[in-house]
């Protein structure tokens, strides 16, 4: 059975920062070959995809709101992805959720998510 399970969520003051971490297991394949993201859902609004770090040399893409100081990196041999969160603003409230994504087989898997509140 597969697992995604976010954590690290929080209530934080602007321009604070978070640190997501997203715990894998039970994946069919090495979870090195997944293609790795975070997306986040605000209220009344879709998801949108954030950061993305893919199996291709740990390459990484980002939404252009959060370039420069959001990092999203991972961890292959704890089976876990991260997202850094700095400079926290109010517009990054929203629920956090990791997705899991198997190019060749074509295999996608989704966290329960994560609330990320940046309020004053």
């Known amino acids: 059975q597969v697992q995604l399970v976010e954590s690290g969520g929080g209530l934080v003051q602007p321009g604070e920062s978070l640190r997501l971490s997203c715990t894998a297991s039970g994946f069919t394949f090495d979870f090195s070959n997944y293609d790795m993201s975070w997306y986040r859902q605000a209220p009344g609004k879709e998801r949108d995809l954030v950061a993305t770090?893919?199996?291709?040399?740990?390459?990484?893409n980002y939404v252009d709101s959060v370039k420069g100081r959001f990092v999203v990196s991972r961890d292959n041999a704890k089976k876990m992805v991260y997202l850094q969160m700095n400079s926290l603003a109010p517009e990054d409230t929203a629920v956090y959720y990791c997705?899991?994504?198997?190019?060749?087989?074509?295999?996608?898997?989704w966290g329960q998510g994560t609330q990320v509140t940046v309020s004053s």
């Open positions: 770090i893919s199996t291709v040399s740990d390459s990484t």
């Open positions: 997705y899991a994504y198997h190019r060749v087989v074509g295999r996608a898997y």
